[in-house]
């Protein structure tokens, strides 16, 4: 028995949410008394276990097959099972991205599971783990527990664990040739959408400036992106600014949105709704800018600025310029 975790690599790149996550197989692992074992599923992947097996584990399993080159549910889902049914794990931890949604709940089907998702945080009753999840658009967290024969199987919030937590150690590589059948992967892989090309990945800024309704106007969206392009950060927004059309969609930050961790997320006239709080409270250093010295923003907040972001950001501007001159 063990806790596995299945870490997550696109073109041959770590998602940085594999390590959160291995992080917290970390912590299961310790606080269950079970070895901690991870995998990676691809074609060619040697040198990416490798790298992984510097992490604290027992062994990191290469699941590699050329059907594996181009991500089809299908194909990882077949092929992860084979591993589980081999290793025989307690616990099977995922990021939650949107390539663990689009297989995950199909994989814990196969066990006669359900996949808990989003979990944000973990304790242990009785040497069993109790999952906490959001709910209702974050606002209530709710505690599940497994009941049942078979592993269970749980994906982990970004943010939720930190990265920096990670503890290296030195594993045992072993490779993992799984007996996939080419008949039975019905998705044919395709390039990408041309979009995607274009489209933000904001849970992997380290520095996220979002802006909220104190811009009052689209053609005030400068004044906030001044200061991202001064700190080398990513512009964001809440919902309001993004079905107004004043930023991309692919911007936006909250429950209907994209869920960030980053090092320093600066919110600029933002009230701090739940449904936005849910998409960043994750965030190692949250700095708020707003007037009202009411506003929910500030509960989270571990720097607050009251006043009028059209007087305070030119001159935070000027102080960053400043300082990286």
Same mark, same amino acid.
Request: glycine share 8%; hydrophobic share 45%; net charge neutral.
């Given at each position: 028995?063990?806790?596995?975790?299945?870490?997550?690599?696109?073109?041959?790149?770590?998602?940085?949410?594999?390590?959160?996550?291995?992080?917290?197989?970390?912590?299961?692992?310790?606080?269950?008394?079970?070895?901690?074992?991870?995998? $990676?599923?691809?074609?060619?992947?040697?040198?990416?276990?490798?790298?992984?097996?510097?992490?604290?584990?027992?062994?990191?399993?290469?699941?590699?097959?050329?059907?594996?080159? &181009?991500?089809?549910?299908?194909?990882?889902?077949?092929?992860?099972?084979?591993?589980?049914?081999?290793?025989?794990?307690?616990? #099977?931890?995922?990021?939650?991205?949107?390539?663990?949604? &689009?297989?995950?709940?199909?994989?814990?089907?196969?066990?006669?599971? $359900?996949?808990?998702?989003?979990?944000?945080?973990?304790?242990?009753?009785?040497?069993?783990?109790?999952? #906490?999840?959001?709910?209702?658009?974050?606002?209530?967290?709710?505690?599940?527990?497994?009941?049942?024969?078979?592993?269970?199987?749980?994906?982990?919030?970004?943010?939720?664990?930190?990265?920096?937590?990670?503890?290296?150690?030195?594993?045992?590589?072993?490779?993992?040739?799984?007996?996939?059948?080419?008949?039975?992967?019905?998705?044919?892989?395709?390039?990408?959408?041309?979009?995607?090309?274009?489209?933000?990945?904001?849970?992997?800024?380290?520095?996220?400036?979002?802006?909220?309704?104190?811009?009052?106007?689209?053609?005030?969206?400068?004044?906030?992106?001044?200061?991202?392009?001064?700190?080398?950060?990513?512009?964001?927004?809440?919902?309001?600014?993004?079905?107004?059309?004043?930023?991309?969609?692919?911007?936006?930050?909250?429950?209907?949105?994209?869920?960030?961790?980053?090092?320093?997320?600066?919110?600029?006239?933002?009230?701090?709704?739940?449904?936005?709080?849910?998409?960043?409270?994750?965030?190692?250093?949250? #700095?708020?800018?707003?007037? &009202?010295?009411?506003?929910?923003?500030?509960? #989270?907040?571990?720097?607050?600025?009251?006043? &009028?972001?059209?007087?305070?950001?030119?001159?935070?501007?000027?102080?960053?310029?400043?300082?990286?001159?």
């Amino acid at each position: 028995m063990s806790v596995l975790v299945i870490l997550e690599q696109q073109g041959g790149k770590w998602h940085r949410m594999s390590w959160e996550t291995l992080a917290a197989g970390q912590q299961f692992g310790a606080s269950l008394g079970l070895p901690v074992e991870a995998a $990676v599923a691809g074609s060619g992947i040697e040198a990416l276990a490798r790298e992984a097996a510097t992490k604290k584990a027992a062994k990191v399993y290469a699941i590699d097959h050329a059907l594996l080159q &181009d991500y089809t549910a299908d194909g990882y889902t077949a092929a992860i099972e084979e591993l589980i049914r081999k290793a025989n794990p307690k616990i #099977v931890l995922f990021p939650h991205t949107y390539q663990v949604r &689009d297989f995950a709940p199909k994989l814990a089907t196969r066990f006669h599971q $359900v996949l808990i998702s989003d979990v944000i945080a973990a304790r242990f009753e009785s040497g069993a783990p109790v999952f #906490v999840r959001l709910l209702f658009q974050g606002k209530l967290n709710g505690d599940v527990r497994v009941t049942g024969a078979g592993p269970c199987f749980a994906s982990i919030q970004a943010g939720a664990w930190r990265a920096e937590s990670l503890e290296s150690g030195s594993a045992a590589v072993e490779t993992f040739s799984p007996q996939l059948d080419p008949t039975k992967i019905r998705q044919k892989p395709e390039a990408p959408f041309r979009e995607s090309a274009r489209a933000v990945d904001l849970t992997a800024a380290e520095i996220i400036v979002s802006v909220g309704r104190g811009i009052k106007e689209k053609e005030n969206i400068p004044v906030v992106e001044e200061l991202a392009k001064a700190l080398g950060a990513e512009l964001a927004a809440s919902r309001p600014i993004c079905d107004a059309g004043w930023l991309p969609m692919e911007r936006q930050v909250g429950s209907s949105g994209q869920t960030v961790a980053p090092k320093v997320y600066m919110a600029v006239g933002i009230s701090g709704a739940i449904q936005h709080l849910v998409g960043m409270k994750g965030a190692k250093t949250i #700095v708020a800018i707003n007037k &009202d010295a009411n506003a929910p923003i500030f509960e #989270v907040a571990d720097y607050g600025i009251v006043g &009028d972001l059209f007087e305070v950001v030119p001159a935070l501007v000027e102080e960053v310029r400043k300082a990286r001159s």
